[in-house]
């Protein structure tokens, strides 16, 4: 090898590992994990844009809806006035109102508002949920440091979130899960960081998104709990309870009462009509947010099915092994030879897929939070065990083949809410120091 191409490798070598080299520089810098966040943070954000447009209707050329947003999409163009191609869901609603009652109106109304900025278009569809899906990276990195963990454990779980391939669909996509999850998080931040006023604020909105944000009250609720059952040895179990438990009334009745306001204003503001069944509904449209309740519970009460789940449905328990993905949008190209299809290949694929390299490690990440928090009173890892039974269990329980009381209807992507616990629980089994380090690199490779 000549000098000139032994210096062009050295240089190109010097090049490549410029990010390594200033990493190893900078690791011990106080600053370096925010610095790795924002990087973290731009990445997933690239990945959310990138060809956000597509899937192109080649016959329209225009944005096709993926998944969920045929029901999202549409209800926020019937809110703008815009009727959805004829066949599409609510083609015949009435205009002006939100037609999709079984849930609260606040994610559509954002979701029309970004349409009536940038139009009726993907940019206007999916600009909200890829700024909630950048919020809710960096409320996962504040969570943890609220919980107690450290600056480079707080990056591992936002970077969990960021690699995961369910938050970054949900991040992309005009569907509901993303918003709720980023107020449960910044919820929990806030009530941990010793605002419970503010976090129930939050958690009342984040209802106005989807019910199941009020999950984040039954997660403070088994934090408290936890704290009163491993507290500090000398102190009075009582006199500890007494303390806690004001921080997370004040939480849940701010909670409520935040809800029902701001839903009393949506629901005047858009007058939702709920379509037909045995529900009680009210034909010009919803004004009274408990009645508007009523509804969406009775509703979420019919999608149930005795024989079990059948289609993209799955059992709660079965997303823990991540065996039942849904192709939310798919497009193949077939490979021919002799006249007969040899290959196909996928050009489009959005895939309702928790990262495997995640989920597989939930339960054993999870089984050591529990005995961390039992054995070391570790109030981070009872927040993790805490977020995933508040948030996994009402699932199981309402799923359970228990006759006419269970069998409820569930789908993989419910686990955009619970999956939080386990970039945390994971995180926290990597930070352990008898972990060896070629373990967490090849892990991360």
């Known amino acids: 090898m000549s000098a000139q191409s032994e210096r062009g ?23 370096a994990p ?8 731009l990445l997933s954000l690239g990945g959310r844009l990138w060809e956000l447009p597509n899937p192109v209707d080649s016959s329209t050329n225009t944005s096709s809806l993926i998944f969920d947003e ?10 703008l006035g815009i009727h959805p191609p004829a066949g599409a869901s609510y083609a015949t609603a009435l205009l002006g109102h939100d037609p999709n009652a079984e849930h609260p109106p606040l994610a559509k109304l954002l979701i029309a508002l970004s349409m009536k900025v940038f139009g009726d278009n993907a940019w206007g569809w999916r600009l909200f949920p890829i700024l909630f899906g950048s919020a809710a990276i960096l409320a996962t990195y504040w969570l943890v ?54 976090a129930g604020i939050v958690v009342g ?40 438990a004001l921080p997370a009334l004040a939480t849940a009745g701010v909670g409520l009462v935040t809800y ?26 919803f004004h009274n947010p408990v009645q508007h309740t009523s509804f969406m519970l009775c509703y979420a009460s019919k999608l149930t099915n005795p024989g079990g789940p ?52 939930a339960v054993p990440a999870l089984c050591l939070a529990a005995e961390q928090a039992w054995r070391r009173r570790d109030s ?28 409820r209807t569930s789908y993989l992507y419910y686990m955009v809410i619970v999956m939080p616990a386990v970039y945390l629980a994971v995180a926290e089994l990597f930070s352990r120091r008898w972990l060896p380090r070629a373990a967490l690199l090849g892990y991360v490779a």
């Open 70 to 79: 045929a029901y999202y999409v549409n209800a926020a163009r019937v809110i």
């Open 205 to 244: 909105v984040g209802l106005c998104t989807k019910l199941v944000a009020g999950d984040a009250v039954f997660i403070i609720v088994l934090l408290e709990a936890g704290r009163i059952l491993f507290g500090e040895a000398g102190h009075s179990r009582i006199e500890v309870a007494r303390e806690r």
């Open 260 to 285: 029902v306001a701001v839903l009393f204003g949506l629901d005047l503001f858009v007058s939702p009509i709920g379509g037909a069944g045995s529900c009680a509904t009210v034909p010009s449209g």
């Open 145 to 198: 440091r609220k919980a107690g963990g450290g600056s480079w454990l707080a990056l591992g779980a936002a970077s969990l979130m960021a690699v995961d391939n369910l938050l970054l669909v949900h991040g992309r996509i005009a569907t509901l899960d993303i918003f709720v999850v980023t107020f449960m998080l910044v919820a929990l931040a806030l009530y941990l960081r010793g605002n419970p006023v503010l």
């Open 9 to 31: 490798v050295v240089t190109t070598f010097r090049r490549a590992t410029i990010p390594a080299r200033w990493f190893l520089a900078h690791r011990r810098h106080p600053l």
């Open 310 to 361: 059948t289609g993209i449905a799955s059992y709660p328990w079965q997303w823990l092994l991540d065996t039942q993905p849904i192709d939310y949008f798919k497009v193949v190209s077939n490979v021919e030879a002799g006249g007969k299809v040899i290959a196909t290949n996928p050009v489009v694929w959005f895939r309702g897929e928790i990262n495997p390299a995640i989920i597989f490690l």
């Open 380 to 407: 981070f890892s009872i927040l993790c065990v805490a977020w995933f039974v508040a948030t996994f269990l009402p699932f199981v329980v309402a799923a359970a083949p228990i006759g006419s009381y269970g069998n």
């Open 34 to 41: 925010r610095w790795l966040l924002g990087v973290v943070s």
